[in-house]
Nanobody
Framework: QVQLVESGGGLVQAGGSLRLSCGAS????????MGWFRQAPGKEREFVAA????????YYADSVKGRFTISRDNAKNTVYLQMNSLKPEDAAVYYC?????????????????WGQGTQVTVSS
């Protein structure tokens, strides 16, 4: 059973930065696309970013392009999300997830394992 544990969330001022981490255990990590999603209060969970197992291919939501960077260290079974120039609208619970291997990288149902989430709060 794959377990994903996020960390690195917290409170930051607008314009600041945070780096989220997601550690994986209990299953295969290296050969799967990994993604980050977020859910703000009263809103549906939305795609943020994804990265291929080779690290060569990355995918971003338009709202975070140029500000967020996804990366991974397969030796450490860890995926990261570097978030810069944070805005109040980035505030949400951030989840990492493992893609099931089929279908779009942008769609939540295509991911089969999820972490418990980490809270990001951005003050204006």
């Amino acid at each position: 059973q794959v377990q994903l544990v996020e960390s690195g969330g917290g409170l930051v001022q607008a314009g600041g930065s945070l780096r989220l981490s997601c550690g994986a255990s209990g299953g295969t990590f290296s050969y799967y696309v990994m993604g980050w999603f977020r859910q703000a209060p009263g809103k549906e969970r939305e795609f943020v970013a994804a990265i291929s197992w080779s690290r060569f291919n990355t995918y971003y939501a338009d709202s975070v392009k140029g500000r967020f960077t996804i990366s991974r260290d397969n030796a450490k079974n860890t995926v990261y999300l570097q978030m810069n120039s944070l805005k109040p609208e980035d505030a949400a619970v951030y989840y990492c997830a493992r893609h099931s291997g089929g279908g779009s990288y942008y769609l939540e149902p295509q991911y089969d394992y999820w972490g418990q989430g980490t809270q990001v709060t951005v003050s204006s």
